[in-house]
């Protein structure tokens, strides 16, 4: 069997274990995990107990995070890590180009290289905050069309949003594995290592790196007990471990820079764990929309499907918001999303088909970028389509986007201010949008 059938293979085989922030539990080899205890005299098996900690050790209860791991060999046993390029990661500061007010589009990234794996194929566009503050975050790409082999990826500086666009992939982790298609998300959260196997020949999409507070669910409000994301459609790995002695090269994500170091052994070798710092995926499709039944359309906060809370209540460092399929039934309503300037900077990419409010130009794998108080909305046709329209109860169905919310301004990269596939004359969607007042 090729790699992307034995990938797809165990990819149809995994169990999970559900439910958002729980503390969980798992092992792959009964008696692994220690009962009553964390860390006993002797840890159960001959394995070595670690603690992995996703917050401070004194924050509230309910923001505490953090998992205790049961493995094979302790994760300090690791020879010196030494700098490696950073390929096409960037971190913040974002400092190569000026923040611009400008609205900016992308298409697609090129094909990748033959070889590229899915660390060489992240390729940031740019974000906001600073790596070393643990505030901000960065918008990424990635292309791969070969699995890492030997190889795993930590990243100390923030967790990673996985949102696939095209091609599926299998992600095995310290946890256990998990696997990720389009339409569905990922979380890896911070430090834990994990390894990126191709369910597609050929697989791209987006990642945010958020440095800030891990994401949680939003509150709902008067929305009530139930809506939105529901916690138990979150799923986590089941405990799986690979025993391997032969050289893997660790990579890591340290404020802002790639480091290596070969391992004589896999560090996928947990056994066992529980806790709340866990990865997990979630299908965007399970995301219960909530919308107007009479008139008007709520603000874009409510297809939050997570958030990253900031220092300032109500200001999310980021917010991951999916335009999922839904009715739109308002009477006397322009029903396209409506011309706005936020406050809030905005990163909307699209996983498959069309976005309501552009007709053309906005495509899967390409992302459009609109910075604090920038002006945007329908594009004119659209505009000119939905003011015309007969306001019968409409199915949007046709697409899936989303888009990565901010209360800093994102700063783009040099390689994306100036790659070519950054589309000119964006600002031609609004032209024509001309007077039509009378008195
Ligand atoms: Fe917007």
Avoid at 37 to 47: C, E, T, V, W, Y
Avoid at 69 to 83: D, E, V, W
Avoid at 295 to 312: N, Q
Wanted: charged share 20%; proline share 8%.
């Amino acid at each position: 069997m090729s790699t992307v059938e034995t990938a797809r293979k165990t990819a149809g085989d995994l169990t999970h274990s559900p439910g958002f922030g729980n503390e969980h539990q798992s092992e792959a080899v009964p008696g692994a995990l220690p009962a009553g205890r964390n860390s006993p005299q002797r840890a159960p098996l001959g394995l070595y107990a670690e603690q992995l900690s996703g917050s401070a050790f004194t924050e509230p209860r309910a923001r505490n995070r953090r998992s205790w791991l049961y493995r094979i060999r302790p994760s300090a046993a690791h020879p010196r890590f030494t700098r490696a390029g950073n390929g096409t990661i960037r971190s913040a500061p974002f400092t190569e180009t000026v923040p611009d007010p400008n609205r900016l589009r992308w298409n697609p990234l090129p094909e990748p290289a033959a070889g590229t794996d899915f660390v060489a194929g992240l390729w940031t566009l740019g974000g906001n905050g600073d790596v070393t503050r643990r505030a901000g975050m960065a918008i990424h790409l990635y292309h791969a069309n070969t699995p890492m082999t030997d190889k795993v990826f930590s990243d100390s500086d923030g967790e990673l949003l996985i949102v696939p666009e095209r091609g599926g992939l299998l992600l095995r982790t310290e946890f256990g594995l998990l696997a990720v298609e389009p339409g569905h998300v990922a979380l890896i959260p911070r430090g834990v290592r994990f390894r990126v196997e191709l369910l597609d020949e050929t697989v791209r999409g987006y990642v945010c790196e958020n440095y800030g507070a891990p994401f949680v669910l939003p509150d709902l409000g008067p929305i009530g007990a139930n809506g939105l994301a529901n916690a138990r459609d979150f799923l986590a790995p089941v405990a799986a471990y690979e025993d391997v002695r032969r050289p893997t090269t660790v990579v890591n994500k340290f404020c802002g820079n790639l480091w290596t170091a070969t391992y004589d052994h896999s560090p996928l070798d947990v056994v066992a764990w529980h806790g709340n710092h866990v990865p997990y995926v979630y299908d965007l499709r399970r995301f219960n929309v909530i919308g107007s039944i009479s008139y008007d359309h709520p603000d874009p906060s409510v297809f939050t499907v997570l958030t990253s809370p900031s220092d300032t209540p109500g200001q999310a460092g980021v917010d991951f918001v999916v335009f999922a399929p839904r009715w739109l039934v308002g009477e006397d309503t322009f029903r396209p999303p409506y011309f706005h300037r936020n406050v809030m900077s905005e990163y909307m990419g699209l996983l498959e088909g069309a976005y309501d409010a552009k007709a053309e130009g906005f495509v899967p794998g390409g992302g459009s970028l609109h910075n604090m108080m920038s002006a945007h909305g329908p594009d004119r046709e659209t505009f000119d389509r939905a003011s015309a329209a007969e306001l019968v109860p409409q199915k949007i169905d046709d697409g899936l986007a989303f888009m990565f919310e901010t209360r800093w301004p994102v700063t783009a990269t040099a390689q994306a201010a100036g790659a070519g596939h950054l589309q000119g004359g964006y600002d031609d969607v609004w032209q024509g949008l001309e007077s039509n007042f009378r008195v």
